[in-house]
C-alpha cells in the first residue's frame, strides 16, 4: 500500500484513523526493500504528525477550538504509526516520543478538558504521578477506567495512544505506568491499584460504580490479579488468569499433548475457576504483543461459555515490522477495547463474543 507525504492535512480524525489501520494492515512481510520503505513510511508519518500540530496552533490562533483538538487528536494517532515504524533504538523513536508529550501538554487548549498530573500515594510503597482524563465535570459523573501501560512503555506514551480514542466515548481514564504497578513485593500491585481505584471513587465527576481497568501486555496479568482483589471493578480488560498459570507450568505443551480424559477435566476446570475469579465481564486480547495466545483464549473462552462466565475475545491484526519487530494494529484494536469498555461500563452486557 502506497501513502505518499501529506502536504495538505485536514483535522478529521476518523479519516485519519481509518487511514492509519488501512495502513497497518497493508504492510507487508519483512524483507530487505520493506525494511526501508518502512523506514521512510516511518518519517512520513512523523511529519504528517507535525503537519497536524502545525494546524492545530493555527485553529487555536482563530479560536475554532472543536478543529483544533481534532488536529492535536490527528497528530497523536500519526505520531504513534511512526513511532511503530521504527526501531527501539532509533533516535527518531525518542523524537516522537517527545512530541507526544508536547501535543498532550498543549491539547488541553482547545479541548477545553486538561490532562491533570495527579500524584498518587501509596503508604509504604511510596508514590508516582499518574495522568487523568475527565470526561465529565463536577457536575455529571461518567464511568471511568484505570489504564496500565505495557512493560516496555511509560504511562504517557499509552495516554497519547488513547486519547484519540476515548475523547466523546463519556469515559474518563486514570493512566499509570507498568513499572509503578510491577514493581512490588507480592501483593504489592493490589494495593497500588486500589489506591488508585480510591482515588477515582472520590471524584465528584466519577461514577464510583462504573469503574473499569484495563491492562496493556504483561499488564493484563497484573489487572486479572486486581480484579480478583477488588470486587468495585465492574468490568476488565485483562488475561484471564492464563499467564500466570501457564509459567507456573514446566511447558504448555503438556497441557495440549495429554490424551487423558480426566487430565483434560482438569485443565477445563481450572480455565473455569480462572475466568470466576474476577467478579466482572472480562475482554481478553488474544496475539499480538499481548501475553495471552490466540489458541489458548479461544480454549478459554469455550469453557467460560459452557459455564456461562462473561468472557470476550479480541485479536488484533499483526504484522512483522521493521528489524523483525512485531507490528499490530492498535487502531482497530483500541477501538474494540473502548468500544467493549463503553459497553460495560454503561451496564450493557453480551457475553461470549469475538469483538471486531
Known amino acids: 500500500m502506497e501513502f505518499g507525504a501529506w502536504s495538505h492535512v485536514r483535522g478529521d480524525l476518523e479519516s485519519v484513523r481509518q487511514n492509519a489501520s488501512a495502513f497497518l ?40 477550538y472543536d478543529e483544533a483538538t481534532q488536529a492535536w487528536l490527528c497528530a497523536l494517532t500519526a505520531f504513534e504509526v511512526a513511532r511503530r515504524l521504527v526501531a527501539d533504538d532509533d533516535p527518531r523513536r525518542a523524537d516522537v516520543s517527545a512530541k507526544v508529550e508536547a501535543g498532550l501538554q498543549r491539547i488541553g487548549l482547545s479541548f477545553g478538558h486538561e490532562v491533570e498530573s495527579v500524584q498518587i500515594a501509596c503508604g509504604d510503597l511510596g508514590e508516582f504521578i499518574a495522568y487523568y482524563l475527565p470526561a465529565g465535570t463536577p457536575n455529571s459523573r461518567a464511568p471511568a477506567a484505570i489504564c496500565v501501560s505495557n512493560e516496555e512503555e511509560e504511562g504517557v506514551t499509552l495516554l497519547g495512544r488513547l486519547l484519540p480514542v476515548v475523547v466523546g466515548r463519556g469515559i474518563s481514564v486514570l493512566v499509570v505506568s507498568h513499572e509503578n504497578i510491577a514493581n512490588h513485593a507480592r501483593g504489592g500491585s493490589e494495593i497500588v491499584l486500589s489506591h488508585c481505584l480510591d482515588l477515582l471513587s472520590v471524584r465528584p465527576d466519577v461514577d464510583s460504580g462504573r469503574i473499569g481497568i484495563y491492562g496493556d501486555g504483561l499488564s493484563a496479568s497484573l489487572v486479572t490479579d486486581f480484579a480478583a482483589h477488588d470486587r468495585r471493578i465492574v468490568a476488565a480488560v485483562c488475561d484471564g488468569g492464563i499467564w500466570n498459570w501457564t509459567r507456573s507450568l514446566s511447558s504448555i505443551d503438556w497441557i495440549t499433548s495429554t490424551d487423558d480424559g480426566a487430565d483434560r477435566d482438569m485443565v ?31 480454549k478459554l473462552q469455550t469453557v467460560c461459555m459452557a459455564a456461562r462466565i462473561d468472557v470476550d475475545l479480541v485479536m488484533p491484526q499483526l504484522m512483522r515490522g521493521g528489524l523483525g519487530e512485531e507490528v499490530d494494529n492498535f487502531v482497530s484494536s483500541d477501538d474494540c477495547i473502548f468500544r467493549w469498555l463503553e459497553q460495560k461500563l454503561a451496564r450493557k452486557s453480551t457475553s461470549g463474543r469475538i469483538i471486531g
Open 25 to 64: 494492515d497493508g504492510l507487508l512481510p519483512e524483507d530487505d526493500r520493506a525494511q526501508l520503505a518502512r523506514q521512510n513510511w516511518g518519517a512520513t508519518w512523523a511529519g504528517t504528525g507535525d503537519a497536524y500540530c502545525r494546524l492545530a496552533d493555527l485553529n487555536i490562533t482563530k479560536k475554532k
Open 268 to 298: 477445563s476446570g481450572h480455565r473455569s475457576r480462572l475466568a470466576r475469579l474476577p467478579n466482572c465481564p472480562i475482554l481478553v486480547v488474544a496475539g499480538g504483543r499481548g501475553v495471552v495466545s490466540v489458541s489458548e483464549a479461544i
